[in-house]
């Protein structure tokens, strides 16, 4: 079975920093995509982060230019999130996921994805 499994959890202020990490089982992440969103309780997963197979191209959401960093470590079959200045609104429960296939490009839409870490929550205070 394939497992995607989060480690990272915290709760913050405003201006501080939190590294999210993500563990795969049973996929070799180098040969996909890989990619981070965020969730808010009743509203729809939003897309955060996402790094090609190789690890050499990344797409971020507006809100995470310049703030977040998305990085992979193939020999240890990871894929990272680093978070700096925090804000409130960055307040949601995170998911790294695996692409579905093999070498195809990043994108910004989770139905290209296919495997899911159970949700990691970041809380921001004000």
């Known amino acids: 079975q394939v497992h995607m499994v989060e480690s990272g959890e915290g709760k913050v202020q405003t201006g501080e920093s939190l590294r999210l990490s993500c563990a795969a089982s049973g996929r070799r992440l180098s040969l996909y995509a890989s990619a981070w969103f965020r969730q808010v309780p009743g509203k729809e997963r939003e897309f955060v982060a996402a790094?090609?197979?190789?690890?050499?191209?990344?797409i971020y959401a507006d809100s995470a230019k310049g703030r977040f960093t998305i990085s992979r470590d193939n020999t240890m079959n990871t894929v990272s999130l680093q978070m700096t200045s925090l804000r409130p609104d960055d307040t949601a429960i995170y998911y790294c996921?695996?692409?579905?296939?093999?070498?195809?490009?990043?994108?910004?839409?989770?139905?290209?994805?296919?495997?899911w870490g159970q949700g990691t929550p970041v809380t921001v205070s004000s």
């Open positions: 790094i090609s197979w190789s690890g050499d191209s990344t």
């Open positions: 996921t695996a692409g579905r296939t093999l070498f195809a490009s990043p994108t910004t839409e989770s139905g290209d994805y296919d495997i």
